[in-house]
């Protein structure tokens, strides 16, 4: 069966950026995908993300669900039959839907597992935290919306990483199969905003055994709030295992 389209509203998209080692990022991925460097790091990070009034495209807005979701990603390239190719790879996603869970992977591109969410948000500050219920996953974020972006190494300003994050729409997943699915994000009012970072920790970024001390380094966070999107399946992509897990 085909996977519909979706249409949703990105309600918060925080995404918690850390800039990583090229070696230790081409590790985790599955070939044809290696990394996309910025200033010579690897990209990759935590996206926060609450969607709200999700349907199927054509379906009014009060028939839409919302969710907490959660994906760890990272920024990656590969060559496509007009060059190359940029998006993200998502080793992982989580949701507090048990519809999420139980559709990802069946009737929309992407496996989620559940997760138990706390957020407190208001227009000043930002926590997120979520614990996973296999127990292999906690995350604690907290955040305050800014005007510019500093202390940046990956990007000199917000329009560079604006630019860099919206030219990685594609998403890929593990379809359990041994192939990629993906999504593609589609909306005509991108805006995104910056955050100060006041803290984070991410079990999966801070396991020593997946990322070597200093080879993942927090560098930045963006914000997105009340974006209209909508979400595209795209054709399976062939990959082959990654070198670490």
Known sequence: MRAPRLASTI???????????????????????????????????????RLGEVRPLGLPRALGLRSENAAHRFAVEWDGP?????????????????????????????????ADFEVREDEREIRVALATRDGDLRVDVTVEPVGELRGSALFADL????????????GWSPDGAGGLDGMELHTDRWQIGAAAVRTAASSYFDAPDRFPPGSAELDCALLMRQVPADWHPLPALAALPALAA
Request: with cysteine; hydrophobic share 45%.
């Open 82 to 114: 007009d060059g190359v190719q940029t998006g993200v790879y998502i080793p992982r996603r989580d949701t507090g839907s048990a519809l999420n869970a139980w559709a990802g992977g069946r009737l929309f591109p992407g496996a989620h597992g559940r």
């Open 11 to 49: 309600e918060r998209r925080l995404l918690v950026n850390y800039r990583v080692a090229p070696e230790v990022a081409a590790a985790l991925l599955p070939a044809p995908l290696r990394p996309q460097l910025v200033n010579g790091h690897a990209v990759a990070g935590i996206c926060l993300l």
């Open 159 to 170: 329009a560079e990483a604006s630019r860099f994050f919206r030219q990685g729409a594609k």
